[in-house]
């Protein structure tokens, strides 16, 4: 329909050679003319995704949905499942203006399989029983023995979850779960009782060169809303957010970094979200919050991406070359330095510290001479301190005209140490939360 609108008594039929196209190039077009979803229908709750970027079809079995609501008021819906025929398959035919490859298809995206037992040992005992089942039928794939042991088992007090993209890392998993033994993809708990989930969004520092690339080519919903970061960032910044991901250079610079770290954030939120794992809460460390409050749905992603991006450029203009910050192993009670500022509470016994180049020098020779830790953070701008005073304006004017909006997430600030609604989150509270 967004191709061509209605085709009256014909309708549904475009959609579903459009939909064996997909299936037979092995890609999902993005939707036309989409904006924003209708206020009125809970994507969320739902679990609906609009398509806004071309993006490639996960392997393993390709299912879709074709309704067909016609004039004269009949209704159909087809569910279309895409078939491989026995001998080797002939070549797809390179689709108008999409990215095709003559390479096999990557592998499959990885399925959590369940196993709960009343015990550790019925645990192990029942991984076995699993594993022999699978082995015993070479047609089970993972998404099948994922989808059956959540839907028609009970989840038990002891519980693993086996991470497998194909039979041979399903069965390798089991049989590691069996034998009692440590795998990187076996995690192993108990079930306690029930509480929210808590989703936690870090500041700069936890980037590395290459990051996210892997994931931007193996994951759809990833994909799709690295791509839309990206075509935000086109109209905004004169930088390239793929290309910069993978440039060690460019990450080291402050107005780069941040609004890539950003885009990396809110698009695991949607991977997340996308397997049913949706937050109670979030929080965020300094930038962080930022991308809590948008993935909270709070704010939208494009304000959040231009406040990050102003924001990181006015430090980059105001702040870079004046200052440091380091880290410091003691309590913030005990905190005794000349001339530094403490920034950031990490913990009862983690404090990062700010000021011009020379106090902090000084702040960590003083620290190392009595035995406690110090490490300074790589960075040439003293963040949450009081040389941001010196930028106060800049960041003022970003954070005017932010639209919030109310959600049933809680937003629990690191700035004021409470919750906060999507109405305190203003120009005023976005120059806290760095200052």
């Not at 797809?92 to 550790?120: H, I, K, N, Q, Y």
């Not at 040992?121 to 989808?147: I, K």
């Not at 910069?244 to 770290?261: I, T």
Request: proline letters at 6%; one cysteine or more.
């Amino acid at each position: 329909k967004s191709n061509i609108g209605h085709l009256d008594a014909a309708a549904g039929v475009v959609g579903l050679i459009k939909v064996a196209l997909s299936m037979r190039h092995g890609t999902l077009p993005a939707s036309l003319n989409f904006a924003q979803p209708h206020p009125a229908i809970p994507m969320d709750a739902w679990k609906l995704r609009v398509n806004t970027a071309t993006a490639p079809w996960p392997d393993g079995e390709r299912i879709a949905g074709v309704s067909s609501f016609g004039i004269g008021g009949t209704n159909c819906h087809l569910v279309v499942a895409d078939h491989t025929a026995s001998g080797t398959p002939d070549p797809a035919l390179p689709a108008p203006g999409v990215p095709t490859s003559a390479e096999p298809r990557s592998s499959a995206s990885p399925v959590p399989v369940l196993v709960s037992a009343a015990s550790p040992a019925a645990l192990r005992a029942q991984a076995e029983r699993l594993r022999l089942r699978v082995e015993s039928d070479p047609d089970l794939r993972p998404l099948d023995v994922g989808w059956s042991t959540v839907t028609t088992r009970s989840a038990l007090k002891h519980r693993a979850v086996v991470v497998a993209a194909d039979r041979a890392e399903l069965l390798d998993g089991l049989a590691a779960l069996a034998a009692g033994e440590v795998t990187a993809n076996v995690v192993t708990g108990a079930d306690t009782a029930p509480s929210g989930v808590v989703w936690v969004f870090p500041g700069q520092g936890s980037q590395w060169p290459g990051m996210a690339l892997g994931l931007w080519e193996s994951s759809p919903v990833f994909a799709a809303r690295m791509a839309e970061c990206e075509r935000l960032l086109g109209d905004m910044a004169d930088w390239s957010l793929r290309e910069v991901l993978g440039d060690e250079a460019s990450l080291e610079r402050v107005d780069v970094v941040q609004p890539a770290l950003f885009a990396v954030l809110v698009s695991l939120a949607e991977v997340w979200r996308s397997v049913g794992l949706v937050p109670d809460a979030v929080i965020g460390h300094s930038q962080g919050e930022i991308a809590a409050a948008c993935a909270a749905g709070m704010i939208s992603l494009e304000d959040g991406l231009r406040l990050v991006l102003r924001r990181s450029e006015a430090i980059a203009t105001g702040l870079s070359g004046r200052g440091g910050m380091a880290l410091l192993s003691m309590p913030a009670a005990e905190m005794d330095l000349d001339r530094v500022s403490v920034s950031v509470v990490n913990g009862p016994n983690a404090v990062a510290v700010s000021g011009d180049v020379e106090a902090v020098r000084a702040a960590m020779a003083d620290c190392e001479a009595r035995g406690i830790r110090a490490r300074r953070i790589p960075i040439d701008y003293a963040s949450h301190s009081p040389q941001v005073e010196a930028i106060r304006e800049e960041v003022l004017a970003v954070g005017q005209g932010i639209a919030t909006t109310d959600t049933d997430v809680a937003f629990y600030s690191t700035v004021t140490c409470g919750r906060v609604g999507a109405a305190d989150l203003d120009a005023e509270y976005w120059y806290g939360n760095l200052r």
